[in-house]
Nanobody, 116 residues
Framework: QVQLVESGGGLVQAGGSLRLSCAASGTIFSLNSRSWYRQPPGKQRELVASITVGGSTKYADSVKGRFTISRDNAKNAVYLQMNSLKPEDTALYYC??????????WGQGTQVTVSS
């Protein structure tokens, strides 16, 4: 019933910007937080940023000051504004919705490639 659809990935030059979007179809009860994860080539998946329904945010040290996570509760969407992109930001980015029971919904992933 519930599906997460991501968009906004692409190829950009170092120093450029990109905005990722993720929208959920269907109703998610007891939603607690929305997050963005990424998996660089040859590396494990890592948490990039998270935001609660109330708006509290957390960021990985590697993206602090450059990335901004935001949400629209009415649209049941989450966004990731990525500025000052670096080649090391290249990864497959996933959105994640987590409920109060810790159940997770995942998007299909969107590729972000930053050229040097």
């Amino acid at each position: 019933q519930v599906q997460l659809v991501e968009s906004g990935g692409g190829l950009v030059q170092a120093g450029g910007s990109l905005r990722l979007s993720c929208a959920a179809s269907g109703t998610i009860f007891s939603l607690n937080s929305r997050s963005w994860y990424r998996q660089p080539p040859g590396k494990q998946r890592e948490l990039v940023a998270s935001i609660t329904v109330g708006g509290s945010t957390k960021y990985a040290d590697s993206v602090k000051g450059r990335f901004t996570i935001s949400r629209d509760n009415a649209k049941n969407a989450v966004y990731l504004q990525m500025n000052s992109l670096k080649p090391e930001d290249t990864a497959l980015y996933y959105c994640n919705y987590r409920t109060q029971t810790t159940y997770s919904y995942w998007g299909q992933g969107t590729q972000v490639t930053v050229s040097s």
